[in-house]
């Protein structure tokens, strides 16, 4: 007696991706809500440095000052006039915000006094001028 039964077909063994993808996504998403975002301004400066230069905790007004005297806030170039619009609008948000002035060492010293001035008539309760420590 044969008795020829019909066998079953084998699955293909092989790895379900459709939960990895979803720990891959929980992963990212993880990453991306608890790292912290850098705001800059944009634009590379080399800063001096300073013995005192201290590290700040708030989220300040960030101002660039490149070597070719180009003013820049929220990674765009603005003018002396815009500037101190941009900043009144962003105390008018926050009145508590610092500016802090972010000057290249081969910058010209009348453009800072400028901005420092801007800062000052837009009513910046405080400018700091950023150094690297040495």
């Given at each position: 007696?044969?008795?020829?039964?019909?066998?079953?077909?084998?699955?293909?063994?092989?790895?379900?991706?459709?939960?990895?993808?979803?720990?891959?996504?929980?992963?990212?998403?993880?990453?991306?809500v608890?790292?912290?975002?850098?705001?800059?301004?944009?634009?590379?400066?080399?800063?001096?440095?300073?013995?005192?230069?201290?590290?700040?905790?708030?989220?300040?007004?960030?101002?660039?000052?490149?070597?070719?005297?180009?003013?820049?806030?929220?990674?765009?170039?603005?003018?002396?006039?815009?500037?101190?619009?941009?900043l009144?609008?962003?105390?008018?948000?926050?009145?508590?915000?610092?500016?802090?002035?972010?000057?290249?060492?081969?910058?010209?010293?009348?453009?800072?006094?400028?901005?420092?001035?801007?800062?000052?008539?837009?009513?910046?309760?405080?400018?700091?001028?950023?150094?690297?420590?040495?």
């Amino acid at each position: 007696m044969n008795f020829n039964l019909p066998r079953k077909k084998q699955k293909d063994m092989g790895i379900d991706m459709g939960p990895l993808m979803d720990i891959v996504f929980i992963l990212l998403i993880f990453f991306v809500v608890t790292s912290s975002f850098t705001r800059e301004t944009g634009v590379d400066v080399t800063k001096p440095q300073a013995q005192s230069a201290s590290q700040l905790e708030k989220e300040n007004l960030l101002i660039a000052i490149t070597r070719e005297g180009t003013i820049h806030i929220n990674e765009r170039q603005v003018d002396l006039a815009s500037l101190q619009d941009i900043l009144k609008q962003s105390l008018a948000k926050t009145p508590d915000r610092e500016a802090v002035i972010i000057a290249d060492k081969g910058s010209e010293t009348g453009v800072l006094v400028q901005v420092i001035d801007a800062c000052n008539l837009s009513g910046v309760k405080k400018v700091s001028i950023a150094a690297q420590a040495e």
